[in-house]
């Protein structure tokens, strides 16, 4: 089990100043976040010269880039914005390739108004599994994340089943399921046999309990046990990432050690 940090933690950063960044506070990896008018330079029209040049930076830096975050999405009612969608996610698979990551980060997307959530993982499926077989021309996998109508693991795990397709898994994002109620257990169990990819943020939730309006927390200092979810992810050797993903929450030299520290903890705790 590894730690990362996706760009989102200082978006404003060259690759240069992430890569220094997870060499200083001991991370095996950077996550870059594309579509999102980050820094890094890891974008679709990044030229082929340009992108064995980063995967080259990467190498020589001793960081792993194993994952690149993208915002695609396919619950969508217009064919059209679909098969762009899809298209574009065709397109990250090569980028992913070129670069050497092994994984691409996808959504299912929030269900549009007035399409039954059935129909909605119906298409969301289809949609994933055409891209599953590019991606697999690739060597790459599509991980489509616990997040939007798809936060709970049930529905998530559904879909990428219906989606039928070896390319096609799963990012954990351990927060999502755990706020619309389901324990890390359950969330576990559904996606043990499908998860390449984790997302780490600790989080407070609002007054009222519910889902929405979570704040980030510092790793330990919330209420989402990561502990409890890297126990469970030891039991079945997983070797994939616990990558953070914080969206402007704190200063990077605030978190980035701090969540190093105690995702470090937990890892070796679970391992014994």
Partial sequence: ????????????????????????YGYDAVEPRCEADHNHGVELDTTKKERAAIKQQFTDAGVELTTIA??????????????ES??????????AADIGASNIRVFGGMTPEGMEFADAKKRVAEALH??????????????????DAYSLSSD?????????????????DIMHPF????????AFNNVKDYVRH????????????????????LMGEGEIPHDEAIALLATIDYDGLLSGE???????????????????EYIQAAQG
């Avoid at 055409?130 to 997040?147: K, Q, R, S």
């Avoid at 914080?246 to 605030?254: K, L, N, Q």
């Fill in 198 to 217: 984790c997302h780490v943020h600790d989080g407070v939730p609002p007054e009222d309990g519910g889902p929405a309006g979570w704040k980030i927390a």
């Fill in 86 to 95: 899809i298209d574009l996610t065709k397109q990250y698979c090569d980028l």
């Fill in 179 to 186: 706020r619309h109620g389901e324990s890390i257990q359950t």
């Fill in 70 to 83: 993208t915002s695609r999405r396919y619950a969508l009612e217009s064919d059209h914005e679909l098969q």
């Fill in 246 to 264: 914080w969206i402007r929450a704190f200063e990077p030299d605030e978190i980035l050690p701090h969540d190093a520290r105690v995702m470090r």
């Fill in 1 to 24: 089990m590894k730690i990362s940090f996706m760009t989102f933690v200082a978006p404003e950063w060259s690759l240069e100043q992430h890569l220094a960044a997870a060499i200083r």
């Fill in 156 to 172: 998530c795990v559904e879909t990428v089943r219906m989606a039928d397709h070896e390319n096609v898994a799963i990012t954990w």
């Fill in 130 to 147: 055409e891209c599953g077989e590019h991606a697999a021309g690739c060597g790459v996998y599509l991980c489509m994340e616990t997040h």
